[in-house]
């Protein structure tokens, strides 16, 4: 896979809840199959074949010999992901910045350096 | 404080970004229509937006270009295909060098619930492999090199 195409099977991993939630349980620490289908309502088949698409992207690996097999996860793939979209927050975090700044002052009064109209103004 | 951002990733080829705003929603709506508002907030920080045209209506055209201060310039350019004020914008978006692969279907929504706005920014490019391909681009190197003093400038722009 060339790097573009390994980001997208990266997000197309990611895509999906169940898959980020083993890799969250991942993040602790290896697990076999059966330990990862334990905290979820769905078949170990189905849990295999979310593995399958999460060993595709290169996000997790199995070891080849034991009957265990443990599923590790890999990080440098998932940090090209998560890089590339930190970036792309920075980008938009440092313009909402500046448009939360621009909103407030088209919501200031021109005259806001004269008192506002207070509850105590006798003609209020 | 600003208030929190959140990016995801739905589908294949989508990337949607969220965020709240303390102002009305018609308000919000105007600094993403009018030109002379829009070249204040959006873009990289330290780059300067020296093209901003926009012709707001539907089948108008936008662009919007800037320059980084070591004088890198990054273009892009579309057309406003539906706009509903002060609740919708959807536009198409393509770069000058083409590195989104066939551009992208940007869509704004804007909703209001006590005073408080939500954007809704959904990206959708053509295929998936062009979402990626975004990643390794020169946007991605641009906000590399308009990084380098972000941090300083959110600090002041905290203890502001």
């Known amino acids: 896979m060339n790097p ?9 991993a990611l895509a999906d809840p169940t898959r980020r939630a083993i890799l969250a349980r991942l993040m602790e620490g290896d697990a076999s199959v059966n330990e990862l289908a334990a905290p979820f309502a ?10 399958k698409i999460l060993e595709r992207a290169g996000l997790v690996s199995r070891s080849a010999s034991g009957t265990r097999r443990p599923v590790k996860i890999e990080a440098a793939p998932m940090k090209q992901a998560v890089d590339w979209l930190e970036k792309y927050r ?11 700044a621009l909103l407030q002052e088209l919501q ?7 008192p506002r109209k207070k509850k105590d103004e006798p003609n209020a | ?23 009305p929603r018609d308000l919000v709506f105007l600094c993403y229509s009018k030109p002379e508002l829009l070249r204040r907030w959006y873009g990289m920080p330290d780059w300067t937006t020296h093209i901003c045209e926009i012709d707001f209506r539907v089948g108008g055209k936008w662009r919007l270009g800037q320059r980084s ?13 539906a706009i509903v004020a002060p609740e ?24 209001e619930a006590n005073g408080v706005t939500t954007a809704t920014m959904t990206i959708t490019f053509t ?25 300083t400038l959110l600090t002041e722009e905290q203890t502001n």
């Open chain 1, 4 to 12: 573009s195409e390994q980001l997208d099977a990266t997000f197309i």
């Open chain 1, 42 to 51: 769905i078949s170990q088949p189905a849990i295999s074949k979310h593995l």
């Open chain 1, 90 to 100: 920075k980008f938009w975090e440092a313009s909402f910045g500046r448009l939360d």
């Open chain 1, 108 to 114: 200031t009064p021109v005259n806001a350096d004269k």
């Open chain 2, 1 to 23: 404080m600003p208030k929190p951002l959140t990016i995801t990733t739905p589908g294949d080829r989508q990337i949607v970004v969220t965020r709240d705003f303390d102002a």
């Open chain 2, 69 to 81: 201060p070591d004088g890198y310039e990054l273009a892009s350019q579309g057309l406003y295909t």
């Open chain 2, 88 to 111: 919708r914008i959807e536009q198409t978006e393509y770069y000058d060098d083409n590195w989104t692969q066939g551009g992208t279907v940007n869509v704004l929504t804007l909703t």
């Open chain 2, 127 to 151: 295929t998936p492999e062009a979402r990626a391909a975004a990643a390794a681009s020169p946007m991605a190197v641009g906000m590399e090199i308009g990084f380098k003093r972000l941090d």
